[in-house]
């Protein structure tokens, strides 16, 4: 079993709609939880930063942590094109390095 | 403009040539890393360094080698040994090994 479990996906949903992103992790030392974008031929960059159980707003995206359930969700509310990426969340804790899930594939059709 | 450049964004390897991938940041970080990325497997970690002359073996290390003689640089050779090496690159600095990890835009290495 994979220290975090990802969804690959491919995921396609309407412009406007509520988008759900989730992964599922096996470690209790994960203490902080990531949610990156990376779209095609270029490098992750950070959406959102967590490191306590509940919910994290920032603009359309909402990030969601259940430490008890071992399970974090990010949300992107008002979906568009541009927002077609693939989505991968990183857990780190007292290791040295993070840990990636594998990624979901979302494309948001016009 | 603070970030990470990777270069060069496509390199094309012979057969038993060894190549070398530069990774700079100018984001005064102390943490630099580099990663593999094959499709559907996400980020595998090659290796990892906390400090100028300091650096680990991440999970797929054999075939690869590091320096660190600079705190901006953290070039990574592709050797002959990796029998596999058709894959995208991604160059990644950080803080602290508690902070978020921010990436380059990445190399395409092929085989010739």
């Known amino acids: 079993q994979k220290e975090v479990e990802q969804d690959p996906g491919p995921l396609s949903v309407p412009e406007g709609a509520i988008v759900s992103l989730n992964c599922t992790y096996s470690n209790s030392a994960f203490q902080y939880f990531m949610w990156y974008r990376q779209y095609s031929r270029k490098g992750p960059e950070l959406l959102m930063y967590?490191?306590?159980?509940g919910n994290k707003e920032d603009g359309r995206f909402t990030a969601q942590v259940d430490k008890s359930s071992k399970y974090i969700s990010l949300f992107i509310r008002d979906s568009q094109p541009s927002d077609s990426a693939t989505y991968l969340c990183a857990m780190g804790g007292s290791a040295r390095q993070l840990t990636f899930g594998s990624g979901t594939q979302l494309t948001v059709l016009p | 403009d603070g970030g990470i450049t990777q270069s060069p964004k496509y390199l094309f390897r012979k057969e038993g040539q060894n190549v070398t991938l530069s990774c700079e940041q100018n984001?005064?970080?102390?943490?630099m890393y580099w990663y593999r990325q094959d499709p559907g497997q996400g980020l595998r970690l090659i290796y990892y360094s906390q400090i100028v002359n300091d650096f680990q073996k991440g999970d797929i290390a054999e075939g690869y080698s590091v320096s660190r003689e600079k705190k901006e640089s953290f070039p990574l050779t592709v050797t002959s040994a990796q029998k596999n090496p058709t894959a995208f690159y991604l160059c990644?600095?950080?803080?602290?090994?508690?902070?978020?990890?921010?990436f380059g835009d990445g190399t395409r290495l092929s085989i010739l």
């Open positions: 990644a600095s950080g803080q602290d090994s508690n902070q978020p990890q921010h």
């Open positions: 967590t490191y306590s159980s």
């Open positions: 984001l005064n970080h102390d943490a």
